[in-house]
T-cell receptor
């Protein structure tokens, strides 16, 4: 029944490390998203991909990059982790005129 | 820039009170509209959605929302809230003018007092 899977529930990384967050969906959705969720700020879109190798910046792309080499997989990369990137990261997928399905989230702590 | 606004950040109600949470968006074109709920410690769940047709949509748990195109609004309502409705509520919009990008409002934290 699992539809969107994020590779880790909890991660602790050191400042300056390169961090990879992986997301896989099994619904053949065209669109995939990475959000971060912070108290009082809701869900803010980091990056969005509408097809393989295609990506669009969201509201807060600085400090992040993404990779979508296969339709089912969308990776979020923190090139050099910083403490202000400590957050809950949510991956989602959808197709036009369908609801979005979310992964369970990855709580990243950067120390 | 395209955006989604939720007017109330925190709402406190007593049980049996009526609820209305505001949501406005700034997109043009054809829009898909959603309300999601996140109960404490749980994942986001879909409450209801609007794609086309009847602008008054009914969702789970007695929630409904009305799409008013002229006001760019999609407000969430429930006639009588319960303690179990305590949660954070998010409005979300995707638009074919925005490349199908799904954007969320800032969320409304609802507390229902027993």
């Amino acid at each position: 029944d699992v539809k969107v899977t994020q590779s880790s529930r909890y991660l602790v990384k050191r400042t300056g490390e390169k961090v990879f967050l992986e997301c896989v969906q099994d619904m053949d959705h065209e669109n995939m998203f990475w959000y971060r969720q912070d108290p009082g700020l809701g869900l803010r879109l980091i990056y969005f991909s509408y097809d393989v190798k295609m990506k669009e910046k969201g509201d807060i792309p600085e400090g992040y990059s993404v990779s979508r080499e296969k339709k089912e997989r969308f990776s979020l990369i923190l090139e050099s982790a910083s403490t202000n990137q400590t957050s809950m990261y949510l991956c989602a997928s959808d197709a036009w005129a369908t609801e979005a399905f979310f992964g369970q989230g990855t709580r990243l702590t950067v120390v | 820039a395209q955006s989604v606004s939720q007017h109330n950040h925190h709402v406190i109600l007593s049980e049996a009170a009526s609820l209305e949470l505001g949501c406005n968006y700034s997109y043009g074109g054809t829009v898909n509209l959603f309300w999601y709920v996140q109960y404490p410690g749980q994942h986001l769940q879909l409450l209801l959605k609007y794609f086309s047709g009847d602008p008054l949509v009914k969702g789970i748990k007695g929630f409904e929302a009305e799409f008013i195109k002229s006001k760019f609004s999609f407000n969430l309502r429930k006639p009588s809230v319960q303690w179990s409705d305590t949660a954070e509520y998010f409005c979300a919009v995707s638009s074919n003018n925005a490349g199908n990008m799904l954007t969320f409002g800032g969320g409304t934290r609802l507390m229902v007092k027993p």
